[in-house]
């Protein structure tokens, strides 16, 4: 009975390590196209890890999300949107922050610095990273 008891706990952990690693790997496919990248958790982790200095982790949901949600330990947070005073049928609509690419470009070089956005689901990071691309080569900062 014992033996059986210590196989199946091995084999839990080894589900939950075998899991993990599955998961650390993982990189979810944005549906929107975008100028940047498509890096998974563990790239992100390895290009922290060789250029801290010059990497950096940008958050572009809302503060709200930021704040009561989590975050990535670490992260800036630059919001795309805002939370607006207006109320539709989800809730408060959300308004496009319009100094998003001054904001980057204020904290961040775009001749150094290498960027990882994130956000819930890729929309908005998608749309993060555009703007930021057409607001450097644009030249309007």
């Known amino acids: 009975m014992r033996h059986i008891k210590n196989t199946l706990i091995g084999a839990l952990i080894l589900l939950f390590l075998s899991t993990s690693l599955v998961f650390a790997g993982y990189q979810y496919k944005p549906k929107k ?6 890096i998974a958790p563990v790239e992100a982790l390895k290009m922290m890890k060789k250029n801290p200095k010059n990497t950096f982790i ?3 949901r ?3 999300e930021y704040q009561v949600i989590g975050h990535v330990e670490g992260a800036y947070n630059i919001p795309i949107k ?3 005073t207006t109320v539709g049928k989800k809730g408060y609509t959300k308004a496009k922050n319009p100094n998003f690419g001054q904001d980057i470009l204020a904290r961040f070089s775009p001749e150094t610095d290498t960027l990882i ?3 819930r689901s890729a929309k908005r990071s998608c749309d993060a990273t555009n ?3 057409g607001c450097v080569s644009s030249g309007a900062v």
């Open 117 to 119: 956005l994130y956000c």
């Open 58 to 60: 940008v958050d572009v």
């Open 33 to 38: 196209d975008h100028l940047g990248g498509d």
């Open 82 to 84: 805002f939370f607006t």
């Open 62 to 64: 809302t503060r709200y």
């Open 131 to 133: 703007d930021m691309f």
